[in-house]
């Protein structure tokens, strides 16, 4: 009987001791969590002056998304014998030279994807990847500094797809105007002398015009987290049914030599786009810009990522 008085005891000694301890440890485990986060704010700021020095910065990010699938005999779905799949590719890259007296970014963004259902039971059914996104936007800016955040500037885009009707349609900016950096990673251009060429073999829906051009561009790397904002929007003077605007947003969180999760988010309001899509119907679903339905157009991608 004492022996089983004496196990309980220290039984329960222990389980106060390591109660205690666990305690302990996080009271300790405190002020060096806040002097971990003051460390890191030091680390960022020094990174944020290494960023404005004069010279080349030059970075990519990337991200790969994959859903693949094969059925047989599945008879619970419509299709019981079918294989599908879902690819998708974004790449991001910039190369920005920062001179005292002037800048020169440039950056390019490609998103490319692909589907595929394959029903077997189906002998005439498409059993090939079929492209799905087809994104390809390549920008150069060059700043003349008339003061530390204030330029004056001349920006040149392109917008086309790659995979599918290369340059039909293209969209290629070309102005002048006033750049503003109010800090290290946010640059926003205002050009209101903006030429909008437009490059495709339908004449009759896409027309070139003037306008007024605002990019808005934020890209910044903290730690193992990449991230890019773009706002690339054209007013025309001419007409509204000629403006459009593209809005990209790219994530990047760094998990293990490179490799890490990656996610993309795009949208874009294009009504010439529209018309032209709109056109091609059979039966055509609209006949000028007053009667198509200029719905916005968006788009998805997660998957793996890797940082160059």
């Known amino acids: ?115 595929k259902f394959d029903d077997k039971d189906d002998p005439a059914d498409d059993d090939s990847f079929r492209q799905a996104a087809d994104v390809f936007t390549i920008t150069s800016l060059y700043g003349r500094k008339i003061s530390e955040k204030f330029a004056i500037s001349g920006l040149g885009e392109y917008r086309t797809t790659i995979l599918d009707n290369f340059n039909d349609p293209g969209y290629l900016d070309l102005g002048v105007g006033a750049t503003w950096t109010p800090i290290t990673d946010l640059v926003v251009v205002i050009h209101p002398l903006n030429y909008n060429f437009v490059f495709s073999n339908n004449d009759a829906v896409f027309e070139s015009s003037l306008g007024a051009k605002i990019v808005a561009d934020y890209t910044r790397k903290i730690g193992a987290v990449n991230f890019k904002t773009n706002l690339s929007m054209f007013q025309s003077y001419k007409s509204g049914d000629l403006s459009n605007y593209t809005w990209i947003n790219s994530f990047g969180y760094t998990l293990w030599n490179g490799i890490g999760l990656g996610f993309e988010f795009g949208l874009r309001n294009n009504k010439q786009e529209a018309l032209n899509f709109a056109l091609n119907q059979t039966p055509a679903t609209a006949t000028s810009f007053e009667d198509v339905e200029n719905d916005l157009q968006t788009y998805i991608l997660f998957g793996l990522n890797y940082a160059f």
Not at 5 to 30: I, Y
Not at 73 to 99: C, E, M, R
């Open 1 to 115: 009987m004492k022996n089983i008085l004496l196990t309980t005891a220290l039984l329960f000694a222990c389980a106060l001791g390591f109660s205690q301890t666990e305690e302990e440890l996080k009271a300790q485990m405190a002020p060096k969590t806040d002097s971990i986060a003051a460390i890191q704010g030091r680390v960022d700021a020094i990174q944020a002056q290494i960023d404005a020095l004069p010279g080349w910065k030059k970075g990519a990010f990337g991200t790969i998304g994959a859903n693949l699938s094969s059925f047989n005999n599945w008879y619970a779905q419509g299709s019981p014998n079918n294989s599908s799949g879902n690819i998708g590719v974004t790449v991001n890259g910039f190369a920005n030279l920062n001179q005292e007296k002037f800048f020169w970014r440039n950056s390019a963004n490609i998103n490319l994807g692909w589907v």
